[in-house]
């Protein structure tokens, strides 16, 4: 079992940036692959990042690409995303998500999912 929690979101308006955070519970954390998806009101749970087990391989939605990084500290049990040059179209709770072994686009391929953080991009 794995439990995580995210942290970080808040207001900000267009242009600016924010930098979410997710923490896991479980000590064996590089044996994860993880994800970050994210949420609008009446919209379907959609892809925004992943990153492989070590770190080695990221993988962008396009509508992020050039904006957001993903990034992990093993050592520190946690994930990361930089989110720069916010959009509104960004707003959205955001999770991140857990599945052993290798990274996937699709949200129903991940076994862990936190609580979520809200994102909300003013213009």
């Known amino acids: 079992q794995v439990q995580l929690v995210e942290s970080g979101g808040g207001l900000v308006q267009a242009g600016g940036s924010l930098r979410l955070s997710c923490v896991a519970s479980?000590?064996?954390?590089?044996?994860?692959?993880l994800g970050w998806f994210r949420q609008a009101p009446g919209k379907e749970r959609e892809f925004v990042a992943s990153?492989?087990?070590?770190?080695?391989?990221?993988n962008y939605a396009d509508s992020v690409k050039g904006r957001f990084t993903i990034s992990r500290d093993n050592a520190e049990n946690s994930v990361y995303l930089q989110m720069n040059i916010l959009k509104p179209v960004d707003t959205a709770v955001y999770y991140c998500?857990?599945?052993?072994?290798?990274?996937?686009?699709?949200?129903?391929?991940?076994?862990?999912w936190g609580q979520g953080t809200q994102v909300t991009v003013s213009s």
């Open positions: 990153i492989s087990r070590n770190g080695g391989s990221t």
């Open positions: 998500a857990a599945r052993i072994l290798s990274v996937s686009t699709t949200p129903r391929d991940y076994t862990y």
């Open positions: 479980r000590a064996t954390f590089s044996a994860y692959a």
